[in-house]
């Protein structure tokens, strides 16, 4: 490996398919009920990890309706599905999502770093704070937290999770037999956090894994998104549809991480994208297109185009009439979402139908071509600055595995990507330094002064 | 197998020691870091699948000091252990323990859900309120609940995460690529409940398994507790002491279930107990009271014994004088078995030190002896009513092989033990129901009408 830009790779394994993908399920190559079987999640991840891929990427939501797309109406639980992973593999990373509004911050510590070491430190917690406004319902709260809110917890709730991760410093666990010795006490340290939104008092139970604490992502594309990510984001997962945004996208991540003390190498900004690879780039834009009629289906874009208003029913609106005056629908839901479509509509005056004929227009990724042609548009992403690299999805198990035969090698030629892991962890394998127990910094600093 | 009564066998995996144990982490068998090693889980699962017992037994507990014995204060989170296990293991039944107290219904169901997929139908929730009172400060609450709060809590919660599993009738899923028809909404019930403790709005988001819901066991001795169990338990973990005390103990669980109109074949009572098996009666007692030296421990003794009382701190006190009045102390907690200490106290007038060495006096089980004699009593236990089964501890993976290789035989040649899996489910093996879907029922009894 030269010293030049490394890309991270990351496989997003969404078995019948993401948000707006309707049909995955009915390919041949995808089982239908490839959401719910471990076994399909465990030939994924391997494939990944046989290429070499830093991680995997579980993305998750709570909240459906009959309307929702397949993976959503029946999936497993992004961290019981990790932990059956991280015994079926042995370098890959595993990265989960979780959320700040519906999680108590000492559940979700604890299950990381169980997670991080039963993998040996190998985990990784995509931080979410929920879009869909029914998830309220799910935990009895009356509604959905605003989005000033929504960040402000979600803030909190990772600071307290990382402080309860460092209950325990590193020598906290002697286990000297001869001396009869298992814990020092002085190495146990309570949190004792009294905060806006939380309130924890007493330590967690349980050591540091190898890699010291679960790397941090974080998703979330708004303004209060974003200054999360400088907050406390290592790795981001966002949408950048061109080499341009993503380069002024990872610019700002960087500066608000700066803006937060951090050294911005330590914020990888590492967008989710489809890939196709093709024989040439016509055969590959014909698959991209066949994908495209495969998930084609007017009525359930209809019902889909309203998820982001709060699942709101458009079907009772004339879709030939201008698209509908929604007022603050949305604004406590996927608002970035939201406000993006309300200002596509009125920008170009559209109607109902030419909304939904435009949302659910087959995408054209920049990411489609030859093996050389997808090699080199990632390379021209990386060294333009755009990103630190990429977390894929790829439709089905052959499209994986020409990506992994024939786009890595010649990543791996030009030195863009790794031949072998670099380490056992994670972290190691990103990048990223392992923190510190702030307890032991704490006192060195003490007996240094 | 003849048609007689059929022991079930579970294996209560503790990796360094149960409450009373500050010695086992220094058995030379027993890796210091056994409570956090995936491994030595696996192992251990795998070692008691070979043996062909109903299932592993995860107990848990979230709040600790640095007083906690060695398995208490680091310890892998039971339903991410179990997951990784589900993938190491094919036949053994996956039992978790997870409190009613502090984690929500929907997280709850969702998570035992999707253990039970991963697993093929293998997953049981062991239902707690979690006795620690300081346990209410890592979730932000002023304080525990009572027992009456507790435990009205615990079967509300029990119930509405039952209702979750049952979001899905078995065919909502046609998955007909022809049709293009994935989800059968008619077949998705979203649970809309308003109770005293909890509101959900909106439906799981995962099928149910093969065994249609996890089994349900539940641990709480109480007068409360054991009209819980009488309601919700299809297992009972308990501890007896006797014969005469176990069938007292079932026919009032029997009794309690017929009183909540249930058939009381369908709560097996199956107490935890310690097993240790020697080459002679005598040997047997000899490695008994080898293992009740290495867990002496005159201090750590003391101060467990404030754990039943909000882990109050008896070193303030005397060690000669009268045992301390203490009120209220315990009311809240591990009132059970706090009101016992105070009960033995008084009834034979003993000082604190006494009270100490009789608590912590080292445990003659009634189940220790050689292979013959274990097997007997075991059998004696069953015959007598006293039983279902047992939730077996054993100290160490030498005396579980023993176990394995000399008791377990004697058991499959009298019948009383299986010699192959019946079933791929937990529910197959432990011979309950599996529950039909009541959507399905509900929907067959109005067209009957
Ligand atoms: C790339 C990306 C991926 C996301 N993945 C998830 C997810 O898996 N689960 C989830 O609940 N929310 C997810 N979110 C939603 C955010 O957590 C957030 O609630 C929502 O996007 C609205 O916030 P925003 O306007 O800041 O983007 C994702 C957002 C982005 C931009
Ligand atoms: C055999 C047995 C096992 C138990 N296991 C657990 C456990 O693993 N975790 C836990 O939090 N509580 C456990 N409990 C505690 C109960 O959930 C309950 O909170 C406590 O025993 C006080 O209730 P009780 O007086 O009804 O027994 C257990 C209780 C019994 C009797």
């Not at 992004?78 to 959320?99: K, N, W």
């Amino acid at each position: 490996m030269t010293d030049r830009r490394r890309l991270r790779l990351g496989a997003v394994l969404v078995g019948t398919g993401g948000p707006g993908s309707h049909g995955a399920w009915k390919d041949p190559e995808i089982p239908g009920d490839a959401s719910v079987d471990v076994r399909w999640y465990v030939e994924q991840a391997r494939a990944a990890e046989r290429a070499r891929f830093d991680h995997v990427f579980i993305v998750d939501s709570q909240f459906i309706t009959p309307d929702s797309p397949p993976h959503y109406l029946n999936r497993l639980e992004p961290l019981t599905l990790l932990s059956a992973l991280a015994v079926a593999t042995e370098r890959i990373g595993l990265i989960g999502t979780l959320s700040t509004s519906y999680d108590e911050p000492f559940s979700v510590a604890r299950r990381f770093a169980s997670l991080d070491l039963i993998s040996g430190g190998r985990a990784g917690w995509n931080v979410v704070t929920s879009g869909d406004e029914g998830t309220a319902g799910l935990f009895g709260r009356d509604q959905h937290l605003d989005y000033g809110q929504r960040y402000g917890r979600a803030l909190e709730h990772v600071r307290l999770v990382q402080r309860l991760w460092d209950s325990y410093e590193d020598d906290a666990f002697p286990r000297d037999r001869e001396r009869g010795v298992f814990l020092d006490p002085t190495r146990l340290h309570a949190v004792d956090h009294v905060g806006e939104h939380f309130r924890v008092h007493g330590p967690l139970n349980i050591q540091r894994s190898p890699q010291g604490q679960p790397v941090i992502f974080q998703a979330g594309d708004s303004d209060q998104g974003r200054d999360l990510g400088g907050a406390i984001g290592e790795g981001i997962f966002t949408h950048q549809g061109s080499i341009e945004a993503g380069r002024a996208f990872r610019d700002d991540l960087r500066a608000r991480a700066v803006a937060h003390g951090r050294d911005p190498e330590t914020v990888l900004v590492v967008p989710g994208i489809s890939v196709v690879v093709g024989d040439t780039d016509e055969d590959a834009r014909a698959i991209e297109a066949e994908i495209g009629r495969q998930d084609a289906d007017f009525d359930r874009s209809l019902a889909q185009l309203g998820r982001p208003f709060g699942w709101y029913d458009f079907s009772q609106h004339d879709l030939d009439a201008p698209f509908p005056e929604l007022g603050p629908l949305g604004d406590r839901s996927f608002k970035t979402n939201a406000d993006a479509i309300k200002r596509l509509a009125r920008e170009q005056g559209l109607t109902l139908r030419q909304v939904v004929e435009t949302i659910s227009a087959p995408k054209r990724s920049p990411f489609v071509g030859s093996a050389e042609t997808v090699a080199r548009i990632f390379t021209e992403w990386l060294d333009g600055g755009a990103v630190d690299g990429f977390n894929i999805h790829i439709r089905t198990p052959s499209q994986f595995a020409r990506f992994a035969d024939e786009v890595v090698p010649i990543l791996q030629e030009t030195g863009v990507f790794r031949r072998e892991y670099e380490a056992t962890t994670l972290r190691g394998n990103l990048g990223l330094p392992i923190p510190e127990n702030r307890h032991a910094v704490a006192r060195r600093a003490a007996l240094a002064a």
